[in-house]
């Protein structure tokens, strides 16, 4: 099986310093389930990682990409089933690490006070009683838990609970500070709060750690508080794209850097069949120019349906809302939802900046009409915005007998694309050019048909 790094770079050394020396080296590791079969189950492919001191590094990916597994084979709590991990050089299970993991639940012993739940991990290294509470209430006052030592968990908000969290893991002054989603369970300003807080301990050095390595479903949060991003993809995950962060601290979530970088790590996690793009220049917010526009769009597999629901549903809400409280409401996973929104993005419905989704006019009207003002509003969306539909009409109307056989289409799209995903790109152009009557398609010859009597406005010249 070859290296994933080569999906999109040569390897990791490409994002770290020269002669810096790593603290965890991973080589070739993977991670798989054995079945009674003799197949196996593959969560992980042969992956090499870095995490170097200094450096604050973000793991991003969708769910079932094999984030934690990532953080557990790392961290020495899990073994990989190939490869090896290295501590300083030295595999790890040889070595004597210190490591430290904040988890996304509080993970706090209820019978407990704040104090012996920081105490307890120094108790466990069997330091003296004196030392290690001396260094637990300098730790609670470093995070701003001053004066609650006393407390239980069950008397404590949920950002004090992962406050206690936090001084628990680095109480033992760990090396590598790893974090599995920790945010995530916090309403909207507390999370914003302790990761404010955070970074202030990290940019001061209060943090007695040399590197953070964090998981999260959060782009945002990713491109606010890392020095490195790394991207997986699934279906065994596999490095997708593994890049630096440029912008200085603090970020501004507004300025265009910031806002092209979320841009393009959303486009990597819901295009998984096209190879990612060099990361934006970081000095212009622009990807460079050969590589700024792909010849064809990717159209998301989701049906027209499926878009107009999500526009009828963002109406009742007023036009926008959080894509992520979307999804919950829905009971939707967020991977589910992406590419219905992507679709509506894609045909100009919808807008998305900053994690909320907001309707357009466009969009607005297309929810509000009638079937057939839907299907007129969908057609002109879809010549406007998707240079393949338009091509397809084109060559239709080029036709003395209005036929164009599927295999032209797929003779480009393979320039682009895998075969396999240059058929559901076919499959989804039939599924919204059927919507829309730009075309048919007969299933048996494998050929698309112009309907007859459609008379469409051309498109503008240009327009993608």
């Known amino acids: 099986m070859g290296n994933p790094l080569n999906d999109t770079m040569a390897g990791t050394s490409s994002v770290i310093a020269v002669g810096t020396e790593p603290i965890i080296r991973a080589e070739r590791i993977e991670k798989y389930y054995a079945q009674p079969s003799q197949n196996r189950i593959q969560v992980i492919s042969a992956t090499d990682l870095l995490i170097v001191p200094g450096e604050i590094l973000a793991l991003l990916g969708p769910s079932g990409s094999g984030k934690s597994t990532m953080l557990r084979m790392l961290s020495g709590l899990s073994k990989p089933s190939a490869g090896q991990v290295y501590w300083h050089g030295r595999p790890i299970a040889e070595s004597a690490i210190n490591v430290s993991i904040v988890f996304q639940s509080f993970a706090l012993f209820p019978w407990l006070t704040v104090l012996e739940n920081v105490e307890a991990p120094l108790k466990a290294r069997g330091m003296a009683a004196d030392e290690r509470r001396e260094r637990s209430l300098r730790m609670l006052d470093t995070v701003g838990l001053d004066g609650f030592e006393a407390a239980y968990p069950k008397e404590l908000s949920g950002g004090m609970r992962q406050r206690v969290g936090f001084a628990r893991a680095l109480v033992v002054e760990p090396e590598v500070l790893f974090m599995d989603e920790p945010f995530s369970a916090l309403d909207v300003l507390t999370a914003e709060n302790l990761r404010s807080e955070l970074l202030e301990l990290w940019s001061k050095k209060t943090m007695p750690t040399k590197a953070v390595f964090l998981v999260t479903h959060n782009i945002e949060e990713a491109v606010l508080l890392a020095d490195r991003i790394i991207v997986l ?28 970088l979320v841009d393009y790590i959303y486009k990597v996690l819901t295009r998984p069949e096209v190879a990612p793009l060099a990361a ?35 109406i009742d809400k007023g036009g926008k809302d959080d894509i992520y409280r979307l999804a919950d409401d829905l009971a939707f996973e967020i991977d589910d939802l992406l ?4 679709a509506a993005q894609l045909l100009g419905f919808l807008t998305v900046y900053e994690g909320d989704v907001a309707i357009t006019a466009t969009g607005t009207e297309f929810a509000n009409s009638e079937i057939l003002r839907q299907k007129e509003l969908f057609r002109q969306a879809a010549l406007k915005n998707i240079l393949l539909l338009r091509q397809i009409r084109r060559a239709l109307e080029t036709k003395n007998d209005h036929t164009v056989p599927e295999e032209f289409f797929l003779d480009m799209l393979d320039e682009q694309f895998s075969s ?45």
């Open 233 to 260: 993809g699934r279906n065994p995950g596999h490095i997708r794209t593994d890049f630096r962060v440029q912008l200085s601290h603090p970020r501004d979530r507004k300025s265009e850097p910031f806002t092209q």
């Open 280 to 314: 934006p220049d970081q000095t212009t917010g622009r990807t460079p120019r050969d590589q700024r526009q792909m010849h064809y769009q990717m159209l998301p597999h989701a049906r027209p349906g499926g878009v107009a629901g999500l526009l009828e549903l963002l």
């Open 339 to 342: 590419p219905i929104v992507d």
């Open 420 to 464: 396999d995903e240059s058929l559901r790109q076919v499959e989804t152009a039939v599924s919204w050019g059927r919507y829309a009557e730009l075309f048919d398609f007969d299933a048996a010859r494998r050929r698309f048909i112009l309907p007859e009597e459609t008379e469409i406005v051309a498109p503008v010249e240009g327009a993608e």
